[in-house]
């Protein structure tokens, strides 16, 4: 994309992955955190927080670097170090990366942001989806997480710029996709495709619909999300480690903002936690009960949405 575009960008070459985007980018890849974004985006929300009169009754979450703790897609695409050997920019392609990546060896996250692979028995030690999450203690956080805002009567939903299969095929290998109303996203070979992509065709049930395509702007597919559940400024919040999108729903809806870009961190979640009600002694208790997930064999169907 020419420099300053901060759209979506449609890698249209096949056969290879596209260089990495420019400086500022903020399409997919996100907008680069300063320090002066960082401190006009956070104080906002705790202000909204303490005024809002109602509980939070749906929650839209994005996925890389805000429920991952590294950005899945960007790694799989080989535009930025993470994954080795062959790279994937196609929906279809990526779960196939995903899949080998999960049955090739054991993985370890990285304080350094990387999901490295070591031995079996290692502490930490899981599959490389774990490992994207921030490992096998972080995905039981997760999963109380989820559980408590459910519990307390939320709805999840997720919204990425990433590829809508992929998201899905790691949030279900970890046993966390069953949390969620539907994943919003990008479909097919809207970012291209890469030599592996086309080498790996083969269809998968996580494969989104076309009523699962992220159509333009978060914040657009939000109000109409919003509007046709008729919730109210107060009762819907976006979780983003992106300060564009963050100022994006400003009088639309709350907002959490995952300022460090490494995944939601404790204070965040209990910050989500407050907003949705969760009782103090629910959220500190463990939760082992897990939703039913959805079977790879089984086709999803969610519900269609009306375009905003």
Known sequence: PPTGFAGICHAAARGKAPPPPPEGFSGVF???????????????????AKEASSSVKHVYFDFDQTISKVHVFKQLAGWEPGVAGQHS?????????????????????????????CRAGVKGAASWTAGALGGPDRVEDL??????????????????????????????EEGLLGFFEKVFGMLGQFYGESEFDQENKQPSELEGTPDCQLPDMKVNLIQALMSQAGLSTNEAALVEDD??????????????????????????????????????????????????????????????????
């Open 30 to 48: 996100k907008a680069e955190a300063t320090p002066k974004a960082k401190a006009a985006a956070a104080p906002a929300e705790p202000k909204v």
């Open 89 to 117: 920019l196609s929906e279809r392609g990526q779960i196939h990366r995903l899949k080998l990546l999960n049955d090739s060896t054991q993985y370890q996250y990285q304080p350094n942001g990387h999901v490295v692979p």
């Open 243 to 308: 300060a564009a999108e963050i100022a994006s729903v400003k009088g639309v809806c709350r907002s959490v903002f995952v300022s460090e870009r490494k995944g939601m961190t404790a204070g965040e979640m209990q910050e989500l936690r407050s907003m949705v009600g969760v009782q103090k002694e629910a959220a500190q208790a463990k939760s082992t009960a897990a939703p039913k997930e959805i079977p790879a064999t089984s086709k999803v169907q969610p519900a269609a949405v009306p375009p905003p």
């Open 143 to 172: 999963r109380v997480f989820f559980s408590d805002l459910k519990a307390a009567g939320a709805k999840l939903t997720i919204i990425t710029k990433g590829n809508v299969g992929a998201c899905r095929f790691l949030l279900q």
